[in-house]
């Protein structure tokens, strides 16, 4: 199962497409809802709440950690902080 971000913006999932790589090396992605681009760094800072769900439900499927990091765009630091956060 292909997990995708939430839209920092409108909240939707539903037509969040990949949008290449900024400078920085952070996925980019587009909204088609609202027809704005972020970046992956903003959904944990922006959607706290989601991304620990995410991880709980990723957990849950028995996915490594580094699994977890990369699908969901984070890194392998971050999905530590929640975990030990749960
Ligand atoms: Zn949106």
Redesign the pocket.
């Known amino acids: 199962m292909d997990v995708k971000p939430c839209?920092?913006?409108?909240?939707?999932k539903t037509?969040?497409r990949k949008h290449g790589t900024a400078r920085s090396g952070l996925m980019r992605y587009r909204?088609?809802?609202?027809?704005?681009t972020f970046q992956v760094r903003y959904i944990y800072q922006g959607n706290e709440v989601d991304i620990r769900r995410l991880i709980k439900k990723l957990l849950a499927e028995g996915k490594s950690h580094s699994n977890i990091a990369n699908q969901l765009g984070i890194n392998l630091a971050v999905v530590y902080r929640y975990i030990n956060g749960l």
């Open positions: 839209c920092h913006y409108c909240e939707d037509y969040v909204c088609i809802t609202c027809n704005r």
